[in-house]
Structures are given as C-alpha cells and as structure tokens.
Antibody
Framework: QVQLQESGPGLVKPSETLSLTCNVS?????????WGWIRQPPGKGLEWIGS???????FYNSSLQSRVTMSMDTSKNQFSLRLTSVTARDTAVYYC????????????????????WGRGTLVTVSS | QSVLTQPPSASGAPGQRVTISCSGS????????VSWYQQSPGTAPRLLIY???QRPSGVPDRFSGSKSGTSASLAISGLQSDDEADYCC???????????FGGGTKLTVL
C-alpha cells in the first residue's frame, strides 16, 4: 500500500518561501510513477499545483508557474514543493499525491487521476 | 470559480439513491476520463471512481460513475450515514494543460 506524508512549516510569513516535503513509502520514486501537489484553501475546492514525472520533468499550474518549483530526491524517496513570494491567498491545506496518468501513443493525456493522497498539512501565511 | 460545475449540495434519506452531477466542456469532461473523490471533514480526499466508471479496490459497488458528452455523474445507492461528505469530480483540461477539479458537492444524509 502506498503511503504519503507531507511535512514542513505550518506558518510562513508573507513574501517568504513555502517549502514542503512529501515522504513516500510503498512505492519507489526511482520507478515509473508520477507524483503531484494539490492544495485546498479553507472552505474552498481543490486546486492542482503541479506534477513531477519519473524523468524529473515537471509541469505546473499556469496560474502558479512563476512561483513554483518541484523536485525529487530518489535516495530519500521524497519529493518537494517550493512556492515563493507567498501571500495570504496561499493559505491552504497542501496535499501530495500519487497520480495515475495514461497517454495515447502520441503523448496526449487520456486520463489523469490522483490515486493515493497524503493526509495534508495546513500552511498559514501570516506575519 | 471552478472549471467543472457541481451543485453545492445534495441530500437523501438512508437507503435512497442520490446522483451528483459534474458539468464541463469539450476541452475537459467531453474529451478526457473523469474521476470522483470523497472527502470527509478534516480528512484527505479518497479516490472513488476513475476512468469515468471504474472503482478502485475497496470502494463498495454502491458507488458508480457515468458520463455522457460533457457531463458526468456519480451515483450513490443504499445511502448510509457515513456517506455524508463532500464529493468532487476531476479531469484533464486540454486548454489549461492540467488537471481541473469541480467545486465540490456537500452530501447530507437526512
């Protein structure tokens, strides 16, 4: 069974950088799996932040792209999220997840869903 | 404003069947597989349905998914009190080049 656990500061000051790590067990990040980050502001819906592929290739939500960086450390079996220049609008529960994309032979996405989720971690942006 | 539109609330009595809709467009629901998630208060989302109508191992067959054109639906039969939760749909959007979510539907078991 795949398990994910987010970790990182629960409070970040405005204009600073939010950094979170997702530790994975039950699946190797050195394999062929895909991983992602999703967030949920208090009382609101889910928002995809970005994903990282087995090759280390990343792609991000266009609305956050200028501030987001994701990376992977296969030796520690963990992947990370950095979000710069945070504001109060970045206050949310942040989830990491194992994604299950499927593609056509030409690389077009057919299906994309989030199979396993971490418990989530609340990050509050406040001075 | 979510890309996928869901009713904010739904309700049903124990034992009844309820349906939750998810409306999109040809750039998302109409062209890509839909997934559904259940989220109880204070917990992480749980995958209920993927590829429009497939259930992961461990999800009861009381939960079923369907899709027609640019709309998808989640049906829950034999409602139970612990089905009371938020339900959210998701799919890929080719215009936004990423996965998108519905705003969620809060299900109340009367």
């Amino acid at each position: 069974q795949v398990q994910l656990q987010e970790s990182g500061p629960g409070l970040v000051k405005p204009s600073e950088t939010l950094s979170l790590t997702c530790n994975v067990s039950g699946s190797s990040l050195a394999g062929d799996d895909y991983w992602g980050w999703i967030r949920q502001p208090p009382g609101k819906g889910l928002e995809w932040i970005g994903s990282i592929y087995p090759t280390g290739t990343t792609f991000y939500n266009s609305s956050l792209q200028s501030r987001v960086t994701m990376s992977m450390d296969t030796s520690k079996n963990q992947f990370s999220l950095r979000l710069t220049s945070v504001t109060a609008r970045d206050t949310a529960v942040y989830y990491c997840a194992k994604t299950e994309p499927s593609f056509t032979a030409s690389g077009v996405v057919v299906s994309y869903y989030f199979h396993y989720w971490g418990r989530g971690t609340l990050v509050t942006v406040s001075s | 404003q979510s890309v996928l539109t869901q009713p904010p609330s739904a309700s049903g009595a124990p034992g009844q069947r309820v349906t939750i809709s998810c409306s999109g467009s040809s750039s998302n629901v109409g062209g890509h597989a839909v997934s559904w998630y259940q989220q109880s208060p204070g917990t992480a989302p749980r995958l209920l349905i993927y590829n429009d109508n497939q259930r992961p191992s461990g999800v009861p067959d009381r939960f079923s998914g369907s899709k027609s054109g640019t709309s998808a639906s989640l049906a829950i039969s034999g409602l139970q009190s612990d089905d009371e939760a938020d339900y959210c749909c998701a799919t890929w959007d080719v215009t936004l080049n990423g996965p998108v979510f519905g705003g969620g539907t809060k299900l109340t078991v009367l």
